[in-house]
């Protein structure tokens, strides 16, 4: 028996909650982990016995070193029976009290019990190869893990349910049967097989690589649920990007005064607007000094300015553009900027927003003193960002490794039609599918090596 597949077939043991809740959960998985578990737990009713309880229930009891041994904690032991598990092999989940200690002496009984040490996200590549999830699935269990707005908590969950799963795959089954038909006709002319058609091949293939430039066309706005957006506050002085920093983050983290300058370094918070982290950064305004420090502030300005992908780019809309603000809006051409017209409490209007929004890519009047119109800052970053229309349940790339594969499943397929518009033999055609198709069921984990499989599971975590 292979080393590997030896470690397939061990009980496996780890912590999967984190510690100082007051419910802390020790889970094995594995051929023999009912009976390892039953040496460590003990159900306060004798007659029964751990691995004797049906599959999905549980039973209150003590955590002991041995039937005789002194008392651990007391909890609660849940019992899931091959195949009817995550992972699709035996398991036991013992829930004890959440303390960093009790836990981790829960796992050494575990441990001195036969189990090893799970590795990273060992419990759900055991669930991939046992065929209870695809890579994609897998992947979406991570994003549940790691999601931090509730949009990017139901794309992960549309993910772990199989939404990309089933967009890819319907692509592929369509790639399949096209390329099988170019082989029946090639290979068997004697046969009654019906003649490959172009025009109908070229609209088939033609279809696929549109639904692929979909799926990669979600991939910007997945990352951005995911990760959020570098986000820079920037303007001139006195112009309440500082307060607007504030009421975005909810508490006073830049200084406010009437004194032109007052910020001189980057201040940096990560906020959430509407559904969207945004990574923000309130910088120094923006204007001719001779003050050095407030000099060096202001380049820092200039620089965050070239490497954020969205700009907050603030205005006082009491007062007219000046030449400062007039260069900044040159600088915003053909980026990713909302203009935000400020002070839209007091009377006074001397902004042309039309000018600004020629420069930009929406226009948002708010009060950031009063704190009005923030749902709009919301509705234009959520629509600048491709977040506002995305359809979770339709599949979208959540990861570079998704997105390389649905890229290379594109190219492919426009070689396919670049060789079938050429009139080259079907053959060169059916070439091309088989390139598209490897790429599409490498995403998939149908045809990923095993390397590629081992570099997504490293990121999880030990417990899952």
Known sequence: MSRGLSRQRDVIAAISTGSGGGVGMVRLSGPGSLAAAGQVFFPQDRRKKLPELPGYTGAYGQFRRGAEGAVLDDGVAFVYHAPKSYTGEEMAELCCHGGAFVMEQVLELCLQRGARLAEPGEFTKRA???????????????DIIAARSAQALG?????????????????????????????????FPEEDVEEVLAEELESTLTA?????????????AGRVLREGISTAIVGGVNVGKSTLMNLLAGEEKSIVTEIPGTTRDVIRETVRLGDVLLDLSDTAGLRQTGDRVEILGVNRSLELLERCSLVLAVFDASRP?????????????????????????LPQRAIDGETVRRHTRALVELSAKEGTGLSALAQAVAELTGTANLDPAAGMVANRRQLDCVLRAARSLEEALETLGWGQTLDAVSVCLEEALEALLELTGQRASGEIIQRVFESFCVGK
Do not use: F, P
């Not at 399949?176 to 082989?183: E, F, G, L, M, P």
């Not at 696929?208 to 910007?220: T, V």
């Open 155 to 187: 794309a992960a969950q549309e993910a772990r349910r199989g939404a990309l799963h089933q967009a890819v795959m319907a692509v592929a089954e369509r790639l399949t049967d096209a390329s099988a038909h170019i082989s029946a006709w090639i290979d």
């Open 128 to 142: 991939l190869l046992n065929g209870k999830l695809d890579l994609t699935q897998a992947e979406g269990v991570a």
């Open 321 to 345: 553009l000046d030449a400062g603000e007039r260069q900044l809006l040159e600088k915003l051409t053909g980026r990713l900027a909302i203009g935000v017209l400020n002070k839209c409490d």
């Open 208 to 220: 696929c690589r549109r639904e692929l430039e979909r799926l990669a066309g979600s991939y910007h």
